[in-house]
């Protein structure tokens, strides 16, 4: 195998994404051969060399795993937590292998979450330019005017740069109205700023679909696998090139 970027091998190998990755190699968590490494950039061979984070050797991951899990409030989407929250991993502790989220959901918010050790289709999934919908249920401490819900779909500044164009539909009305919000892009608290652009504050947010997969019936803190037909449709939408190896086998909780 030819040598890769060491976040690109942390990534495959389940560790984190590649994002979270890179933090790891520059706070000096990662040695190859018996050498720290903190440079980005740095390469290696999976199949040759002895990749290790915290001590603990990587290997390429038997199997593929993809979950989909219906994270509850007040859990922190992280596989650690520095101030000693609850994270989305006390729901996996049966499993040998490692899993990582795919993207975030805040704390205060709860709905479908992906996790995978699939490190291709996590990158693919959250690139900006894969353009996946994200579509979430919002209920907020007040109604947006028609002239603030055309400025919402079309996009607010936000940290120097505007939202990307929006879907958003009032689902129900009353002094604290619910909307249908759908995003192509996973910004950071994203909803809550840009509510909080038009002085609302949101009450409640849940994500209730991602592409084409729908949280369904999921009892907040369950989770289960996806399917075989619903990896290949997503590895097609993401526009990956082969349905690699991936463990079918139902696992729900």
């Known amino acids: ?115 995978t050790n699939d490190g291709d289709f996590a990158n693919a999934l959250t690139a900006p330019a894969s353009h996946v919908v994200k579509t979430y249920l919002v209920k907020a401490n007040g ?28 689902i129900k009305k009353g002094e604290n109205p619910w909307y249908e919000v759908r995003l192509v892009e996973g910004r950071q608290n994203q909803i809550r700023i840009m509510f909080k652009h038009f002085n609302l504050l949101v009450e409640k947010l849940k994500r209730v679909k991602i592409g084409f997969l729908e949280i369904g019936t999921l009892k907040p803190g369950a989770y289960r696998t996806l399917t075989n037909a619903e990896v290949a449709r997503f590895r097609r939408l993401l526009k990956l090139e082969h349905d690699g190896d991936f463990d079918d086998r139902p696992r729900n909780h």
């Not at 091998?9 to 979270?20: D, E, M, P, Q, Y």
């Open 143 to 170: 109604a947006l005017t028609p002239e603030q819900e055309e400025q919402f779909r079309t996009g607010i500044p936000m940290h120097g740069r505007r939202t990307a164009p929006a879907g958003l539909k009032l």
């Open 1 to 115: 195998m030819a040598e890769e970027r060491l976040q690109k091998i942390l990534s495959r190998a389940g560790v984190a994404s590649r994002r979270k990755a890179e933090d790891l190699i520059i706070a000096g968590r990662v040695s190859v051969n018996g050498e720290t490494v903190t440079q980005l950039g740095s390469k290696a061979d999976l199949s040759s060399d002895r990749v290790k984070v915290d001590g603990r050797v990587l290997s390429e991951p038997r199997h593929f795993l993809y979950f989909v899990l219906n994270k509850p409030k007040n859990v922190v989407t992280t596989l650690h937590d520095p101030e000693g929250r609850e994270t989305v991993m006390s729901y996996f502790k049966g499993l040998r292998e490692r899993i990582y989220p795919i993207g975030r959901l805040d704390y205060a918010s709860e709905g479908l979450l992906l996790l």
